[in-house]
């Protein structure tokens, strides 16, 4: 439970940050690619994994590892570029909505059991996200945009699944250090091709994100580990409270507007998140 809680807390901040990077001159591109070495860096000084040790289990996953590697920082530019297409609220709606792919894979690839407590939460969760995600009725989006919409729908919901299937591995400290390395590779290497001229906001926006990124997807693995046998839980649970907190923060710290179906998917996502942990 505190595994998912802290989870949720550093996802939220993650995106509070976001939300900030244009205000405080923070190159988002720059940001994301200075993350992964600054969670590798963590994830090296607090847990020592050893490559050399583990190679053969690296070289066992990397239908996992590799995927994620691409996905990871292919979605938070994607997830940009969705924002400046399709807005914000948008974004983030296909970003959320994208639980229905994990919950569908904890049933169909994981063999968790179905049982009717379960079923009434996933239910209610569904409705929730659906509610806390509503905006009232806006122009048509471009073609473009319902791409990047469905890119980040997709992206989402794949990691989601990646991660579960790396949560299963023993070697999960190793595991999340080569997949920081490799994530970090790829980017820079798409930036330095670019010519991308670094700035110090950039840079240091970037060992922040690293460090709430890596306190994200650490904790969420762990919380995988505690609940091996029901990921349903994590999955709604992560997106469920990540929205909801992320909402209020909006309309508290930002001053944005919720409308009266979104009060709704609060309440919504509340009684799911209990019945998710609490009905059997």
């Not at 200075?34 to 066992?60: D, E, G, M, R, W």
Request: contains cysteine; positive net charge; charged residues 10%.
């Amino acid at each position: 439970m505190y595994y998912l809680i802290f989870s949720i807390l550093c996802s939220v901040a993650v995106s509070i940050l976001l939300k900030l990077s244009k205000k405080q001159g923070i190159a988002i591109e720059q940001a994301v690619a200075v993350n992964y070495p600054t969670a590798a860096i963590c994830t090296f000084l607090l847990f020592k994994p050893n490559l050399s040790q583990n190679i053969s289990v690296l070289l066992s996953e990397w239908f996992v590892l590799l995927p994620l590697a691409i996905l990871l920082p292919s979605v938070f530019i994607i997830m940009g570029k969705c924002v400046e297409q399709a807005g914000i609220a948008k974004s983030d709606a296909a970003q959320r909505l994208s639980l229905f792919l994990p919950i569908v894979s904890a049933f169909v690839i994981f063999d968790e059991t179905l049982y009717a407590g379960k079923m009434i939460a996933v239910i209610l969760a569904i409705i929730a996200l659906f509610a806390l995600t509503y905006k009232p009725a806006q122009a048509r989006q471009g073609r473009a945009a319902i791409w990047l919409l469905l890119g980040v729908w997709l992206g989402y919901g794949v990691i989601d699944i990646l991660f579960k299937q790396l949560s299963k591995n023993t070697a999960m400290t190793t595991h999340l250090f080569a997949l920081f390395i490799a994530a970090g590779v790829l980017l820079l290497t798409y930036l330095i091709a670019r010519k991308t001229q670094w700035t110090k906001q950039g840079i240091l926006g970037g060992i922040l994100l690293g460090l709430l990124n890596f306190g994200n997807i650490c904790l969420y693995l762990r919380a995988h580990q505690a609940y091996s046998s029901n990921p349903t839980i994590v999955f709604a649970a992560m997106n469920l409270g990540v929205i909801t907190i992320g909402t209020l923060t909006g309309v508290f710290a930002f001053k944005e507007k919720i409308n009266k179906i979104n009060i709704l998917g609060i309440i919504l996502a509340i009684i799911a998140i209990v019945c998710l942990f609490y009905l059997r």
